[in-house]
């Protein structure tokens, strides 16, 4: 294994903290427990926090900031934080209207946030994010995995609570993004966890995993490398049965975001979005806003996403709306 490291047991500390140094106008971090705060703590909004694993850069400590999170707690690689991390947080960030915490549905994830919920000496709610159509349970959940979708609905929710609604209508807009939206990944290689050392799982140059999760956890099947086109047209095919299935339009304005894994080139994710595009606009989609990057990866895997949203009125001027963080920054 070949990484920038000094020492695997340090990693977290000694990233956070260069994080927290290169946007000292947006962030702080705080150590044992763990987690990063807005610079500047709002006042009079429900609070939003989100966390989980390292290793997904951006998320979540890069959603950290005026119009999105108010506080993320990061645990080891791929690894949940503890319920004495969200709790320091929301003590940290609290500010008189409740707390919202947006979680993934990973089992780790869902019963320390749930701890730490039981334990607040205040108001509180949490959306659970579930849009990953790949696999309905995997070995990280019971239920569908939460995966890009969690960076649109943390951006709305948050643009919500900053326009000071209460924590119903924040909760009530987190699920509603999250029926309305679907995700599904492909990998051409593994991600490399830098205390294991070596790759999650072997995959031959011939081969990709269709419906991989963000943990390098298998996915649909796997099968053997095609084209670009034919591997997208997979994958929009299954977001488009995703939405029949749950009884959703299949035409209409989206927000398409094409996701990179940590180890695709742009200049990839471009080609992908380009045959996502013109898949939808001939299914009757109109792409009414986008996204190209990487916003929610596996440390160095190989690999893209795709995630659709369906727009209404409400979800795109929350999407639109001035956001200004590490990770997401427009309308500033």
């Given at each position: 294994m070949k990484k920038f490291v000094n020492n695997v047991d340090h990693?977290?500390?000694?990233s956070l903290t260069g994080f927290a140094s290169a946007h000292s106008d947006l962030v702080d971090v705080q150590f044992e427990p763990t987690f990063v705060s807005r610079k500047h703590k709002s006042q009079q909004k429900v609070a939003i926090i989100s966390g989980g694993g390292a290793g997904h850069e951006p998320l979540h400590a890069g959603y950290v900031g005026k119009g999105m999170l108010d506080a993320a707690c990061p645990g080891q690689v791929f690894t949940s934080p503890t319920p004495d991390q969200m709790l320091a947080a929301a003590e940290a960030v609290h500010a008189d209207k409740g707390v919202l915490f947006i979680v993934k549905n990973y089992a780790g994830d869902v019963m320390n946030f749930e701890m730490a919920a039981e334990m607040l000496p205040f108001e509180h709610a949490t959306v659970l994010t579930s849009d990953d159509c790949a696999v309905v349970n995997s070995t990280y959940t019971t239920g569908r995995r939460g995966v890009a979708g969690t960076v649109i609905i943390e951006k709305c929710v948050g643009s919500l609570a900053e326009s000071g609604a209460d924590l119903a209508a924040c909760k009530a807009l987190g699920e509603k993004i999250n029926l309305r939206t679907s995700s599904i990944g492909a990998a051409l290689t593994s991600c490399t966890v830098p205390a294991v050392g070596r790759p999650t799982f072997d995959i031959s140059d011939s081969e990709l995993e269709?419906?991989?999760?963000?943990?390098?956890e298998p996915g649909r099947r796997r099968e053997a490398m095609r084209a670009a086109d034919a591997i997208v047209a997979d994958m929009v095919n299954a977001i488009v049965h995703d939405f029949e299935a749950k009884q959703l339009p299949t035409q209409g304005d989206i927000l398409l975001l094409v996701n990179g894994l940590g180890a695709t080139p742009l200049m990839e994710l471009y080609l992908i979005y380009?045959?996502?595009?013109?898949?939808?606009?001939e299914k009757g989609f109109n792409i009414a806003r986008s996204l190209v990057g990487n916003y929610i990866t596996a440390i160095d895997m190989a690999g893209a996403s795709?995630?659709?949203?369906?727009?209404?009125?409400?979800?795109?001027q929350h999407w639109d709306s001035p956001v200004h963080t590490a990770g997401l920054r427009w309308g500033c």
């Amino acid at each position: 294994m070949k990484k920038f490291v000094n020492n695997v047991d340090h990693m977290l500390v000694e990233s956070l903290t260069g994080f927290a140094s290169a946007h000292s106008d947006l962030v702080d971090v705080q150590f044992e427990p763990t987690f990063v705060s807005r610079k500047h703590k709002s006042q009079q909004k429900v609070a939003i926090i989100s966390g989980g694993g390292a290793g997904h850069e951006p998320l979540h400590a890069g959603y950290v900031g005026k119009g999105m999170l108010d506080a993320a707690c990061p645990g080891q690689v791929f690894t949940s934080p503890t319920p004495d991390q969200m709790l320091a947080a929301a003590e940290a960030v609290h500010a008189d209207k409740g707390v919202l915490f947006i979680v993934k549905n990973y089992a780790g994830d869902v019963m320390n946030f749930e701890m730490a919920a039981e334990m607040l000496p205040f108001e509180h709610a949490t959306v659970l994010t579930s849009d990953d159509c790949a696999v309905v349970n995997s070995t990280y959940t019971t239920g569908r995995r939460g995966v890009a979708g969690t960076v649109i609905i943390e951006k709305c929710v948050g643009s919500l609570a900053e326009s000071g609604a209460d924590l119903a209508a924040c909760k009530a807009l987190g699920e509603k993004i999250n029926l309305r939206t679907s995700s599904i990944g492909a990998a051409l290689t593994s991600c490399t966890v830098p205390a294991v050392g070596r790759p999650t799982f072997d995959i031959s140059d011939s081969e990709l995993e269709m419906g991989v999760g963000i943990h390098g956890e298998p996915g649909r099947r796997r099968e053997a490398m095609r084209a670009a086109d034919a591997i997208v047209a997979d994958m929009v095919n299954a977001i488009v049965h995703d939405f029949e299935a749950k009884q959703l339009p299949t035409q209409g304005d989206i927000l398409l975001l094409v996701n990179g894994l940590g180890a695709t080139p742009l200049m990839e994710l471009y080609l992908i979005y380009n045959t996502a595009a013109k898949l939808l606009k001939e299914k009757g989609f109109n792409i009414a806003r986008s996204l190209v990057g990487n916003y929610i990866t596996a440390i160095d895997m190989a690999g893209a996403s795709l995630t659709v949203c369906l727009l209404d009125q409400d979800i795109q001027q929350h999407w639109d709306s001035p956001v200004h963080t590490a990770g997401l920054r427009w309308g500033c």
